[in-house]
């Protein structure tokens, strides 16, 4: 007796998606980039018709964005389509401490970020960096794709293309599901990492990240479900990974602003730390 086909069928678990392979139960590229430039639009017109929207001549959007600008070159190495994001920085008048960039390269920041979180230069380049970072890598696209794939499970049916065929639709709410997500520990690393690359070639000084991130940690942790620091979960182990990177990343901003390590000064308490080489 042979088991019906269905059961002996395997389905492929990579699709073609224009000239992009592709992993069944990820969203196309391009699809979350245009999702997310809509969710942008509709994030930008609420804030503009609400009076929330601050110009781009106040001091809020040009400060956010000469920093971006000075990230962009070095962020375009991270992801191949990069190149062709276009770009977008928003700030919106808000008391939220918050931030985020969405795929394809379109970033909010709500005003209490940069008027209560009280960051320096140094810092908010690092935040930036981890946020790009964690759009350069796609991790959004991965947990909508984890999300999705757990729908599909339990429905059992497979909607063309990911059940995202109809945008107009919008099944899984990709939008507000962006704006809810979480990151994973292991999101959380490679944000830290590739973003400090970023930012410290871009001229920032790696050692802001333990303090911004230590005062991110203090300003939002009373949110306990939607808290900056709840959706970046910050462990002792990952306030210890940065710091043991550092002696990767010194060298990256000391040649960015033109110095050699050992002429940087103190950075709040903290010296110049080395990699401990073979005998020492
Ligand atoms: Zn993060």
């Known amino acids: 007796m042979s088991a019906p086909a269905s059961a ?26 245009a999702q997310a430039a809509d969710e942008f639009s509709q994030i930008t017109y609420g804030a503009e018709h609400s009076n929330r929207l601050y110009a781009d001549t106040d001091a809020h959007v040009t400060r956010v964005r000469s920093i971006v600008d000075k990230m962009i070159p070095y962020s375009l190495k991270w992801n191949e389509r990069a190149r062709n994001w276009k770009w977008d920085v928003a700030v919106v008048r808000s008391p939220d401490i918050r931030m985020y960039c969405l795929p394809g390269g379109k970033i909010v920041v709500y005003g209490g970020l940069l008027d209560r979180a009280r960051l320096n230069d140094n810092e908010l380049g690092m935040l930036i960096g ?4 964690h759009a350069l890598r796609e991790h959004a696209r991965e947990r ?3 999300l999705q794939a757990s729908q599909l499970d339990s429905s059992g049916t497979i909607p063309q293309l990911f059940g995202l065929a109809d945008l107009g639709a919008a099944p899984l709410g990709i939008g507000s599901r962006l704006l809810e ?19 410290s070639r871009a001229g920032f000084d790696p050692r802001a990240a333990v303090t911004l991130w230590d005062k991110l940690a203090q300003a939002t942790r009373g949110n306990r479900d939607q808290g900056f620091i709840y959706v970046h979960p910050y462990t002792p182990a990952r306030r210890q990974d940065i710091i043991k990177r550092l002696p990767d990343m010194l060298p990256l901003y000391a040649k960015a602003i033109g110095k050699t390590v050992d002429a940087l000064p103190d950075y709040a308490g903290m010296g110049r730390p080395r990699r401990k080489l073979a005998g020492d």
């Open 8 to 33: 002996s069928y395997t389905p492929n678990t990579q699709l073609r998606y224009g000239g992009y392979l592709v992993f069944r139960n990820l969203i196309p590229s391009p699809m979350l980039e």
């Open 130 to 133: 981890h946020e790009i970072a």
């Open 144 to 146: 909508l794709g984890q």
């Open 181 to 199: 997500m979480k990151y994973e520990n292991t999101d959380e690393t490679e944000a830290d990492v590739i973003g400090s690359d970023i930012a």
